[in-house]
C-alpha cells in the first residue's frame, strides 16, 4: 500500500543535540512538507518542497533544516537553534493541485520531547 | 493572505447530538480546496472531505455533511447523531495554487456517552 513512512515514532534529545526525522513516501508525489504541532495549537508549516534539489521556508523555519536529494524522501533536522523543540512533527505529501485525485497524505507522526 | 479561523476551540455534546464544527476562511486566490481532517488521539490526521472553489454543492456522507458557502466563505461540517468515536480535534485547512495546505487551530469535539 501506497503511504508515508515517519520514524521514529517517539524522540527523547537531549539540549544542544541535533536530531533528525525521517519521512519517506511511496506515492510518487512531487511535493512534501513538515509541520509543527503543540499542544492544543493547529499545524505550522516548517518547510516544504515540490521538486527534488528544492525546498522552501515555511512559516516557522528558523531551528530547522531539510533536504531533498531523493523525491521519496525529506527528512527534517531540528537543530540546536531551535529555542523549544518539543512538538509533534508531521510529514505529509502531495499530488499536483487541480487533479482529481488532488490531496495530501500525512505520516502517523514524530513526537519529539527534549529531555 | 491565506487564513483559516475555526472559532470553536472544544465542543462538548452528548451521544445522539448534532453538532456543527464552523470554519471561516480568507484567501484572493479564485481557485482554492478546503479540506476537513480528523485527528484522533492517536496522532494521525485522517482525510475527511476535499472541496474545490468551483463546487458549492453540499456534500452528505453518512452521518457526516459539509456546507460550503463562498458568500460568506465558511465551510462548516456537521455530524449527525453524534457518538463517542466521533470525539477527535477537527481541522479545517485550506491550499490555494501555491500548493501549501494552512490549517486552523483545530476544535476539539467531545462526545460523552
Known amino acids: 500500500d501506497g503511504g508515508i513512512t515517519q520514524s521514529p515514532k517517539y524522540l527523547f534529545r537531549k539540549e544542544g543535540q541535533n536530531v533528525t526525522l525521517s519521512c519517506e513516501q511511496n506515492l510518487n508525489h512531487d511535493a512534501m512538507y513538515w509541520y509543527r504541532q503543540d499542544p492544543g495549537q493547529g499545524l505550522r508549516l516548517i518547510y516544504y518542497s515540490q521538486i527534488v534539489n528544492d525546498f522552501q521556508k515555511g512559516d516557522i523555519a528558523e531551528g530547522y533544516s531539510v533536504s531533498r536529494e531523493k523525491k521519496e524522501s525529506f527528512p527534517l533536522t531540528v537543530t540546536s537553534a531551535q529555542k523549544n523543540p518539543t512538538a509533534f512533527y508531521l510529514c505529509?505529501?502531495?499530488?499536483?493541485?487541480?487533479?482529481?485525485?488532488?490531496?495530501?497524505?500525512f505520516g502517523s507522526g514524530t513526537r519529539l520531547t527534549v529531555v | 493572505a491565506q487564513k483559516v479561523t475555526q472559532a470553536q476551540t472544544e465542543i462538548s455534546v452528548v451521544e445522539k447530538e448534532d453538532v456543527t464544527l464552523d470554519c471561516v476562511y480568507e484567501t484572493r486566490d479564485t481557485t482554492y480546496y478546503l479540506f476537513w481532517y480528523k485527528q484522533p488521539p492517536s496522532g494521525e490526521l485522517v482525510f475527511l472531505i476535499r472541496?474545490?472553489?468551483?463546487?458549492?454543492q453540499n456534500e452528505i456522507s453518512g452521518r457526516y455533511s459539509w456546507n460550503f458557502q463562498k458568500s460568506t466563505s465558511s465551510f462548516n461540517f456537521t455530524i449527525t447523531a453524534s457518538q463517542v468515536v466521533d470525539s477527535a480535534v477537527y481541522f479545517c485547512?485550506?491550499?490555494?495554487?501555491?500548493?501549501?495546505?494552512?490549517f486552523g487551530t483545530g476544535t476539539r469535539l467531545q462526545v460523552f456517552p
Open positions: 472541496r474545490n472553489s468551483f463546487d458549492e
Open positions: 485547512a485550506l491550499s490555494g495554487l501555491t500548493d501549501k495546505l494552512i
Open positions: 505529509a505529501s502531495s499530488s499536483p493541485p487541480g487533479g482529481k485525485g488532488y490531496g495530501y497524505t
